[in-house]
C-alpha cells in the first residue's frame, strides 16, 4: 500500500502563488506516475498535472499551462505543484494520486492511490 499526504493548501488572492507538496510512504517503489487533480463542489475532478517518477516527464491541463509546475523529489518521495498567477475561483480540493504504471496524462481512473486533498481557495 502507499499513502499519500498533501500539504500547502490555503487561501490566496488572484494572481498569488501558491505551492502543494504531496508526500509518498509506504511501496513507493511501486509507484511510476504521480498527479494532481482538483474538484470544486458540484463539479467533476478534473486533471491538473503528472509527472514519472523516474523520467521527470510531465503533463499538464490546458488551463494551467504556462502557470503550475509540478516536479519531484525521489529522495524526499515528494511531489509538488507551484501554482502562479492564480485565478479567482471558488474553492477547490486539490487531490494528489499515484498510478502503478507509466500514465501521462494521470487519469482518475488510472489512480491507484490517493491523499485526501487540500484545499484551495483564491479569492478576486
Known amino acids: 500500500q502507499v499513502q499519500l499526504a498533501e500539504s500547502g493548501g490555503g487561501l490566496e488572492q488572484a494572481g498569488g502563488s501558491l505551492k502543494l507538496a504531496c508526500e509518498a510512504s509506504?511501496?513507493?517503489?511501486?509507484?511510476?506516475?504521480m498527479g494532481w487533480f482538483r474538484q470544486a463542489p458540484g463539479k467533476e475532478r478534473q486533471f491538473v498535472a503528472a509527472?514519472?517518477?523516474?523520467?521527470?516527464?510531465?503533463v499538464y491541463a490546458d488551463s494551467v499551462k504556462g502557470r503550475f509546475t509540478i516536479s519531484r523529489d525521489n529522495a524526499e518521495n515528494t511531489v509538488y505543484l507551484q501554482m502562479n498567477s492564480l485565478a479567482p475561483a471558488a474553492p477547490a480540493v486539490y487531490s494528489c494520486?499515484?498510478?502503478?504504471?507509466?500514465?501521462?496524462?494521470?487519469?482518475?481512473?488510472?489512480?491507484?492511490?490517493w491523499g485526501p486533498g487540500t484545499q484551495v481557495t483564491v479569492s478576486s
Open positions: 494520486a499515484a498510478a502503478q504504471r507509466v500514465l501521462l496524462p494521470l487519469t482518475t481512473a488510472g489512480s491507484d492511490y
Open positions: 509506504g511501496r513507493i517503489d511501486s509507484i511510476y506516475t
Open positions: 509527472i514519472k517518477k523516474w523520467a521527470g516527464s510531465t
